[in-house]
């Protein structure tokens, strides 16, 4: 059918729309027309890059400025790479909620620092090591605008849903149909689930307060899942790697896509048992392409940034 044919089927179509029910019709083609355009492009996003905003501002008034929460524990790692790093040089910067811009925002106001004084008085600075718990806007839109297909009726399970980042980001920027967060901890659970009442997003979004543990179900019947470094600075070692031989266990399901912040390889590789767990079925993606095309969008083309590199994305 060329183009003519199908915009004269189309006015049919509207002739015989019952007058009541033509907002709903109407709206619904809306949403339909959204998702064809959405798959992949790097599209105009306004409505939903303000909505994103509105969510950050309120989560930012909801909680202190480390976004670290009054009933969690980070636990600072005592093996791998990032053992190194001195928890008293170490500050938390959420990347969702404080992008660069309001980062430097809070360095110019003095309520953040990017360094600290290795004798107190003099000028010998050094910069502090910043530690993000979250994913950053470029991220979301990267992995859900330039490495997803359509999720039109797929599962999207984020391990470790945090402010719920991941969550709002698929509602806005997919057309996913069930978006479910788990996360342990009760001060996130409770404002996910504001955030989500707040914005009339229960229609797709579901929170459930679980170790995931309790419930490797809500894995192995997901189409979609995503784990941004949940274990690393909240678990203890034994925990990890039991999470790790659970996980291996669940992610099984054929056709399902896996992504992950860092690789699976480098979590186990550094947890020692990268040689014990194997996920041999789990293939990685090339994303190179993707990457390319979503830094120039989305960071300028000019970046160094590194935020986009450490996503990996494997499929069964
Ligand atoms: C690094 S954050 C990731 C946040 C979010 N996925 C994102 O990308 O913005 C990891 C989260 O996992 C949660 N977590 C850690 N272990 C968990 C477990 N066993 N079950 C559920 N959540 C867990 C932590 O409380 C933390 O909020």
């Known amino acids: 059918m060329d183009i ?5 089927k189309f006015e049919r179509i509207l002739e015989k729309i019952d007058p009541d029910d033509m907002q709903t019709f109407l709206r619904r083609a809306q949403e339909r027309i959204k998702e064809e355009l959405q798959c992949g492009d790097g599209g105009d996003h306004h409505n939903e890059d303000v909505m994103l905003d509105n969510i950050r501002d309120s989560l ?30 170490t500050i938390h910067v959420d990347a969702f909620l404080y992008d660069d811009q309001k980062f430097d925002e809070l360095c110019d106001d003095g309520k953040m620092s990017r360094n600290y004084c290795t004798q ?50 698929a ?19 409770k404002l996910q689930q504001k955030t989500i009442e707040d914005y009339s997003f229960e229609d797709r979004i579901k929170v459930y307060q679980q170790d995931i543990l309790d419930n490797p179900s809500l894995i192995s019947s997901s189409d979609v899942v995503f784990m941004n470094n949940v274990f690393e ?23 399902m896509t896996v992504i992950t912040v860092p690789s699976i390889e480098e979590s186990l ?16 993606v090339d994303l190179r392409k993707e990457r390319k095309r979503a830094k120039c969008e989305l960071l300028g ?3 160094d940034e590194d935020e986009l590199d450490n996503i990996f994305m494997y499929k069964t």
């Open 4 to 8: 003519e044919q199908a915009m004269q």
């Open 60 to 89: 930012r008034e909801s909680l202190p400025l480390s976004a670290v929460s009054r009933t969690e524990t980070i636990v600072h790692p005592s093996f791998g790479p990032n053992s190194k790093m001195d928890p008293k040089h």
């Open 120 to 169: 107190c008085g003099s000028h010998d600075m050094k910069p502090l090591t910043v530690l993000t718990h979250s994913a950053s806007v470029p991220q979301l839109k990267y992995i859900f605008l330039h490495l997803l297909p359509s999720l039109r009726d797929k599962t999207l399970l984020d391990i470790g849903s945090r402010t719920g980042a991941v969550l709002y980001g």
């Open 171 to 189: 509602y806005l920027y997919s057309s996913c149909q069930n978006i479910v967060g788990v996360e342990i901890d009760s001060t996130f659970c």
């Open 233 to 255: 600075f909240f678990q203890t070692k034994e925990l990890q790697e039991r999470m790790w031989r659970a996980l291996s266990e669940a992610l099984r399901k054929p056709g």
């Open 269 to 284: 590789e550094n947890l020692g048992i990268l040689k014990e767990v194997n996920m041999d079925w789990l293939k990685p």
């Open 301 to 303: 083309g000019n970046s």
